[in-house]
T-cell receptor
Framework: GAVVSQHPSRVICKSGTSVKIECRSLDFQATTMFWYRQFPKQSLMLMATSNEGSKATYEQGVEKDKFLINHASLTLSTLTVTSAHPEDSSFYIC?????????????FGPGTRLLVL | AQSVTQPDIHITVSEGASLELRCNYSYGATPYLFWYVQSPGQGLQLLLKYFSGDTLVQGIKGFEAEFKRSQSSFNLRKPSVHWSDAAEYFCAVGGQAGTALIFGKGTTLSVSS
């Protein structure tokens, strides 16, 4: 099956530092990857859509200068949380698009839990 | 507006009993529908999906879901629940390739012995 990995799975950092999260599709190529954010006991909220070789498309209210997304290859997208603050603490989940026929299925990574102190 | 509604925030079912989780959607184009399960602190696992064809779809772990276009629903069912099914369940709707999924708020399933 299609596997998506995320690294790191858990990170604790000090306020003001930057954190990079990697999302990799291990056994397929993904033209499009998505980054979601999930607060405790809540649903997933789309942050941005990442397309290989082009700029990411951010959802309304998501600061593009704070959440830097780079989709350098068909198997890797990175999310960098710059100058992290405690309110950025959350569960970040990526997904990768696997096109099968005319429809698509998104496969999700295991998530990265970020805690900013 | 495009949205997914999961009316039940929390459901408790006895082990061995049947389960139905409700999902209603609003989507402007042809909907592709999904059910995902999430265990605490984990990512999402795809249970099943509906793209077209037979409106009753079978998934992993004994789950099935029925697409009812007239009711804009895609309810998830399981005939006999196991304690290991306790988790958070998310219904989602998407469109053609390259579009993000829209998730419902989730339903927490507890299984009592």
């Amino acid at each position: 099956g299609a596997v998506v990995s995320q690294h790191p799975s858990r990170v604790i950092c000090k306020s003001g530092t930057s954190v990079k999260i990697e999302c990799r599709s291990l056994d397929f190529q993904a033209t499009t990857m998505f980054w979601y954010r999930q607060f405790p006991k809540q649903s997933l909220m789309l942050m941005a859509t990442s397309n290989e070789g082009s700029k990411a498309t951010y959802e309304q209210g998501v600061e593009k200068d704070k959440f830097l997304i780079n989709h350098a290859s068909l198997t890797l997208s990175t999310l960098t949380v710059t100058s992290a603050h405690p309110e950025d603490s959350s569960f970040y989940i990526c997904s990768a698009d696997l096109l099968a026929g005319v429809a698509e299925t998104q496969y999700f990574g295991p998530g990265t839990r970020l805690l900013v102190l | 507006a495009q949205s997914v509604t999961q009316p039940d925030i929390h459901i408790t079912v006895s082990e061995g009993a049947s389960l139905e989780l409700r999902c209603n959607y609003s989507y402007g184009a042809t909907p592709y529908l999904f059910w995902y399960v999430q265990s605490p602190g984990q990512g999402l696992q795809l249970l099943l999906k509906y793209f077209s064809g037979d409106t009753l779809v079978q998934g992993i772990k004994g789950f099935e879901a029925e697409f009812k276009r007239s009711q804009s629903s895609f309810n998830l069912r399981k005939p006999s629940v196991h304690w290991s099914d306790a988790a958070e369940y998310f219904c989602a709707v998407g469109g053609q390739a390259g579009t993000a999924l829209i998730f419902g708020k989730g339903t927490t399933l507890s299984v009592s012995s």
